[in-house]
């Protein structure tokens, strides 16, 4: 098993490309692994010579009022996981920006600001912004986004479209727990209750694709019944769109996305499902 190489500057990261002359799977996270970003991993490793890790809390993709201060760093123990992988770059901020006055991607209008977009402002922009970054810095052949941040896996898709990257996205599907829990670096924040109130989000998308299974398209009933489902619950939002996020009317399977979000304590826990 190979021992990752670990790059902190760009300096080191350039070097390191430089010497990469066979397909390059690239896996962008924020660091506090999880069985989910292993499933990433493992997949850029079955389909590509060499992965590379990135590891890097990016701070203009958190509002002034999240959690970038409290969000958990482990580094060591992420090293530790990502035994495999050819090498991870894991920068300091000042690697990655060099001043407070940067070009800033917009998301586009449609895909941008409904849903993840709406609640949390300019938090697409600091992702696209950053993503981009990585991309231009790594090269990759391929890189591996997970389906649980939907709304994101569906704009860098686009991004990579609209600006021509010569790159392929590859969506890997959502890891849950036991229980049915979507995983997610920030489950830690969870306490014991809140992870049992946590499990109605899982539960409600399953009885919901079990209608659809049995035949019901109507998403107004689909989005009622949801809702009942969710009684006493945070509920950011429950949506029924298509794959660029418009609102459907009937269910259209195969291009169906419905998406749900709650606030449990204080944390915001993501879900959703492909139909
Ligand atoms: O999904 C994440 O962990 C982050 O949004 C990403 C893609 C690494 C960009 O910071």
Redesign the pocket.
Known sequence: MKTPVILKTIEELKEWRRGINAPLGFV???GALHAGHLSLLKASMAQNPHTLL?I???PT?FGANEDFGKYPRTLQADIALAQGVDAIFAPESKEMYKSDDEITLNPPKLMGYVYEGAIRKGHFD??LQ??LK?FNLTSPTRAY??QK?AQ?LLL?QKMVKDFFLPLEIVPCPIIRDDDGLALS?RNIYLSKEERQIALKIPQTLQKIARLINEGEREVGKLYEFGMRELEGMNVDYLAFCNHTLEPLEQIIPTQTLILLTCKVGNTRLLDNLWI
Do not use: E, I, K, Y
Request: glycine letters at 10%.
């Open positions: 962008p996270t924020m990135s890097f809390v990016n993709q600091g992702v950053v993503v990585l986004f997970g941040d994101q860098v670096s």
